[in-house]
């Protein structure tokens, strides 16, 4: 049974950094490309950033391009996503996902095949 834990989520105030966690279990993710997605209140699910899974190559969108840092350790089957220079804006709950990376560039996501439960950021002005 595949599982995505996510954790590092909190509160911080703008300008400030934080680290998200996603640990996957269940079975072998080294083929899989493994990303970040958002979710704010009223608003649908968005792409954050993708990490492949073969080279490592990242992509990211251009709302958190320059801030944020996507990276794994496919040893541990563990994602991260470091995020600095927070803004009120990227309050949401953010998603860990596991699963094929489509398109690049400006159009890149994911088609995801596993989702973690979510971990709530909240920025604060």
């Known amino acids: 049974q595949v599982q995505l834990v996510e954790s590092g989520g909190g509160l911080v105030q703008a300008g400030g950094s934080l680290r998200v966690s996603c640990a996957a279990s269940?079975?072998?993710?080294?083929?899989?490309?493994m990303g970040w997605f958002r979710q704010a209140p009223g608003n649908e699910r968005e792409f954050v950033a993708r990490?492949?899974?073969?080279?490592?190559?990242?992509d990211y969108a251009d709302s958190v391009k320059g801030r944020f840092t996507i990276s794994r350790d496919n040893a541990k089957n563990t994602v991260y996503l470091q995020m600095n220079s927070l803004k009120p804006e990227d309050t949401a709950v953010y998603y860990c996902?596991?699963?094929?990376?489509?398109?690049?560039?400006?159009?890149?996501?994911?088609?995801?095949?596993?989702w973690g439960q979510g971990t709530q950021v909240t920025v604060s002005s």
């Open positions: 996902a596991v699963g094929v990376a489509v398109g690049f560039g400006r159009i890149a996501t994911m088609r995801v095949d596993y």
């Open positions: 269940g079975r072998t993710f080294n083929n899989y490309a």
């Open positions: 990490v492949s899974s073969s080279i490592g190559s990242t």
